[in-house]
């Protein structure tokens, strides 16, 4: 119901205003409190209590009706205004949460992708060393096949090729090994030679 002030309690009940006061002081009319802490009556409370005054004209009445029907307006208008500010409050916690649960999820994601990041350095870097080692072991069978070939030549008579100083190195010592074997095999025949000349004689 609309809500009146006592000046226009008193207007609707044909009291005086004093008298409305008192019945609020008295606590025989009950009120409450709008916003501007101004004391307001419930039509339906002056009626019960005093009664609302007829009017003797219509202009009044229409006056009358108006004016409750304006307050009537506004409390609804308030009321409308007090549910829409309750939904804004809600809507602005969710968005809060949402806010809040956005940036946890973009602090997992950077985490992640961090993560994926350093593993993809690793694997990278695994790849690299593999790469690294069998290009080593590459090099050394060829070095390898080289000198294994150099060596057949050699013992085919043939003048080893010089490739590299390592092989050079390499080839240098196995001719010098040969060599001295061949050193003492010849030492040896002679000696077996001398030995058969000097039994035979």
Excluded: C
């Amino acid at each position: 119901m609309a809500k009146v002030g006592a000046q226009r309690a008193a207007i609707l009940t044909g009291k005086s205003k004093s008298t409305i006061q008192r019945a609020m002081n008295s606590g025989k009319l009950s009120f409450e409190l709008d916003q501007n802490k101004r004391r307001v009556i419930d039509v339906s409370e002056l009626e019960r209590v005093f009664g609302i005054k007829q009017q003797d004209t219509s202009a009044p009445e229409k006056i009358e009706t108006k004016e409750i029907v304006d307050a009537v307006e506004k409390e609804r208008m308030r009321m409308q205004i007090k549910m829409l500010e309750q939904q804004l409050l809600v809507s602005d916690e969710r968005l809060t949460d949402l806010t809040d649960q956005r940036n946890k999820w973009e602090k997992q994601a950077s985490q992640i992708l961090i993560t994926s990041q350093y593993s993809q350095k690793q694997a990278e870097e695994l790849r690299a060393q593999i790469k690294e080692r069998e290009d080593r072991a590459r090099q050394r069978r060829l070095q390898n096949a080289q000198v294994q070939k150099a060596q057949a030549k050699t013992f085919k008579g043939s003048k080893a090729p010089r490739a590299t100083s390592y092989e050079a190195k390499k080839l240098n010592e196995k001719m010098k090994k040969l060599k001295a074997e061949n050193e003492n095999a010849s030492d040896y025949s002679s000696s077996v030679f001398r030995f058969w000349k000097r039994a035979k004689s």
